[in-house]
């Protein structure tokens, strides 16, 4: 019997064994700079702007390229406040965490949940304009849902990393 673990390491492997060296530079290069030109991607990368072009496009349609993206400075936009919030649920019901996940996608202050396992159910990402609308985000949005038991908030100091390329 396979082990499921041994059967998604195997399918993993075969959607990324067909990146060669070429697709590797070309994501690395529009992970720095979404917006290259096929022309100048291709230059940095050694092929030909036809060439270039075909591949960003088979990655494109094969969800490698999920998409692309302005990156924002949080702090010249108003939100001067990030952190981390640890929500622990009350009961691992079925409706209610649909629910909980729903308004946790929902909320515009909410960069990025992650559920997890430990003494934690989900740690939650939340950037503000200030420590008033995170209060009031977490007194009227989290704190009165039914599938929250507890939350805890780590406010961020500062930070040291932040991405969203992946090593290539």
């Known amino acids: 019997m396979i082990c499921i673990n041994n059967v998604i390491n195997i399918l993993i492997?075969?959607?990324?064994?067909?990146?060669?060296?070429f697709d590797h530079k070309i994501i690395a290069q529009l992970q720095e700079d979404g917006k290259l030109s096929n022309?100048?991607?291709?230059?940095?990368?050694?092929?030909?702007?036809?060439?270039?072009?075909?591949r960003r496009t088979r990655l494109e349609s094969e969800g490698i390229i999920k998409g692309y993206c302005a990156l924002i400075d949080r702090e010249k936009a108003g939100f001067d406040l990030t952190s981390i919030i640890a929500i622990t649920l009350?009961?691992?019901?079925?409706?209610p965490v649909r629910h909980l996940n729903a308004l946790l996608a929902r909320l515009p202050n909410i960069q990025e949940v992650y559920q997890?396992?430990?003494d934690m159910d989900y740690y939650v990402k939340v950037v503000a304009p200030d420590l008033n609308a995170l209060t009031e985000l977490i007194n009227s949005e989290l704190m009165p849902h039914e599938a929250v038991q507890n939350v805890r908030t780590a406010?961020?100091?500062?930070?040291?990393k932040e991405t969203n390329a992946l090593p290539v």
């Open 116 to 118: 997890v396992t430990g």
């Open 39 to 54: 022309y100048d991607l291709a230059e940095r990368v050694g092929l030909s702007a036809s060439q270039c072009s075909r």
């Open 13 to 21: 492997r075969q959607l990324t064994m067909h990146l060669d060296a």
């Open 155 to 160: 406010i961020v100091l500062k930070s040291l």
């Open 90 to 95: 009350a009961a691992h019901r079925e409706e």
